[in-house]
């Protein structure tokens, strides 16, 4: 790759949590990891499909998208330098412009299926509604929104284990996350109009080695290592994350969520 990273020249004591991991070579960033991906992809039904991907990134789930062979791939991310990494990943099999999930300046109803990853859960409730919100405008009659978000179990968790959760997640992830249970999830989709398909949850286990493994591959997982291995202040920061996960992995899951704009 010849673009640069997101925030390549901060340090890694302050580099966002995502941003990290992709600089030490992780490329799969995804709650759920790359088997929670591939079944909302399969479920969501990208064949000959219009597909908008929102906050694309790194772009590894474009990839995965367009094994699907869609009928064409956009990709529209907030960050320019994330985006012009995405757009020389998809090359010519697609495009990604600049622009905000909310505001995505795309026309209403010109896409089949829109997808979005690990970025709902970093918003505020007000603008995960924005954002869903958009989603269903830019969709066509029947299309599908499929997410693929961090979540939070039991239905019944008490406030103060979320507002426990959300703090050890934004001191060791420096991004203030804001996951919801299954149900709260699912009552956003609906009340912005649209109907649930199908909801899959999964362990999150983003930094667990058995993870990293299968997500990564042997040779993807040992240049994680020997980069991690290399940068004292990523070390630090990566072992607090996986720390926050392990001491709330109990309360803590992966969600994927295929959701249809009704047809009248």
Do not use: C
Not at 118 to 141: C, G, N, W, Y
């Amino acid at each position: 790759m010849t673009t640069p990273l997101p925030f390549d020249q901060r340090d890694s004591a302050n580099l966002p949590g995502r941003w990290l991991l992709a600089r030490l070579g992780k490329r799969v960033l995804r709650p759920g990891g790359r088997e929670l991906t591939e079944r909302m992809l399969t479920a969501a039904r990208l064949r000959d499909a219009d597909v908008v991907e929102l906050a694309p990134g790194l772009g590894k789930t474009a990839l995965a998208i367009l094994e699907h062979r869609p009928a064409g791939y956009r990709g529209v991310e907030a960050d320019a330098v994330a985006a012009a990494y995405a757009a020389e990943v998809v090359g010519a099999a697609g495009t990604v412009t600049t622009g905000g999930a909310a505001a995505t300046g795309l026309a209403s109803g010109s896409a089949d299926v829109v997808v979005g990853e690990a970025m709902l859960t970093m918003q505020t409730d007000p603008h995960k509604a924005e954002i869903i919100a958009e989603a269903f405008r830019v969709l066509r009659p029947g299309g599908r929104y499929a997410v693929h978000e961090m979540a939070l179990r039991p239905d019944d968790i008490a406030t103060e284990v979320k507002t426990d959760i959300r703090r050890a997640l934004a001191r060791s992830i420096k991004v203030n996350a804001r996951p919801l249970t299954r149900t709260e999830w699912t009552e956003l989709l609906a009340a912005a109009g649209f109907e649930i398909e199908s909801v899959h949850l999964a362990p999150m286990a983003l930094l667990q080695p058995r993870r990293v493994l299968a997500d990564e591959g042997p040779r993807g997982t040992a240049r994680i290592l020997r980069n991690v291995l290399r940068d004292e202040p990523a070390r630090q920061r990566v072992l607090a994350m996986r720390a926050t996960f392990r001491a709330h992995q109990d309360a803590l899951a992966a969600i994927a969520v295929i959701a249809r704009k009704p047809t009248s």
